[in-house]
């Protein structure tokens, strides 16, 4: 009787693959890449844990067990990389996050379609430019005799030193993080804006209710599971901080502000070869993601009806 059922469960199973195979050939590329690029990366875990040679190889250097990860706790850098890191992950997320959904419920309720699109057409460009091409940009902008500093000189202004003032540092890269992610941040809270049925609205105006109540009430409700949804996802990346753009923007000036773990690990596994001291590095950063991800989304598990499982 449970051989039957099983090959009935099985040939029901067979049948509702050959039904969807053009779901499943969509979703394989996708599926391929994390494995590649996710899944099978995580061999190299075990370097954190030996004392790496490229001569032994993986399986044939030797296990030392939390060395690496004593060493990098008993280091004079740890305070200021993790200081550095965390500093530099919240003033982003706390001005990244919520003006998307600011500038999304400002569109939402541009009447002009024309200005509408103007305005998309502006703030989803600079999403599509390279980060090296806008680090670029921003050096060039921000020098002593840039665009900014004339600008300020033909106001009457004296030039000020953006670049050599090392406390500029974390201010330069959050908000040009914003002036390049608010037009794409926000296509997903327009996308929730405008699935809102228009009933609501006609009966809000009907009642009496300004824009700013009919947004308060019906279009910031809505759009809440998608908030806590990306807060989360956001809060889970919290120590990994944009590798390049900090690296790009980084110099002897600024380095006591602008060196993160990212950063850190480049130079002592890349061009240190210190593999096993920076994989230890990883591991102790994804780790505190992982946490943080899962505090987080516990949290919001318990005090709303929202979370990622």
């Known amino acids: 009787m449970k051989s039957n059922k099983m090959n009935k469960n099985r040939g029901r199973s067979l049948k509702k693959l050959r039904r969807s195979w053009g779901c499943y050939l969509f979703v394989l590329p996708m599926m391929i890449y994390v494995l590649l690029f996710s899944y099978l990366p995580m061999y190299g875990i075990q370097l954190a844990f030996k004392d790496y040679r490229v001569a032994d190889g993986i399986w044939g250097s030797a296990w030392v067990g939390l060395k690496h990860f004593k060493t990098f706790f008993e280091s004079y850098q740890f305070t200021n990389l993790v200081w550095n890191t965390l500093a530099l992950s919240l003033y982003s997320l706390i001005a990244e996050f919520p003006l998307p959904i600011l500038f999304a419920l400002f569109l939402n ?13 502006v703030t989803y460009a600079p999403h599509f430019i390279s980060t090296v091409v806008f680090c670029g940009m921003i050096l060039i902008f921000l020098a002593s005799d840039g ?36 037009g794409w941040g926000s296509i997903m809270y327009i996308s929730v804006l405008t699935s809102v049925g228009p009933e609501l609205h006609e009966a809000a105006t009907v009642d009496g209710a300004t824009r700013f109540q009919r947004m308060l009430f019906i279009d910031i409700p809505s759009i809440i599971p998608t908030m806590v949804i990306m807060l989360i996802m956001r809060t889970g990346e919290i120590m990994d901080v944009g590798f ?60 709303s009806e929202n979370s990622l499982w």
Do not use: C
């Not at 009447?111 to 057409?121: G, I, N, P, R, T």
């Not at 110099?251 to 210190?274: A, F, P």
């Open 244 to 303: 390049e753009k900090v690296f790009l923007l980084q110099n002897n000036i600024n380095l006591d502000y602008s060196e993160i773990i990212s950063t850190y690990v480049y130079k002592v596994g890349i061009q240190g070869g210190q593999f096993s001291y920076s994989a230890a590095i990883s591991v102790f950063n994804n780790v505190i993601n992982l946490l943080l991800l899962l505090a987080v989304n516990t949290i919001a598990r318990r005090t």
């Open 147 to 182: 665009i900014i500093n004339q600008i300020l000189m033909i106001l009457g202004i004296d030039p000020v030193n953006f670049l050599s003032n090392p406390a500029n540092f974390r201010h330069i890269y959050v908000w040009s993080g914003v002036l390049k992610g608010i």
């Open 109 to 121: 309720y541009i009447s002009s379609k024309k200005l509408k699109k103007f305005s998309q057409m």
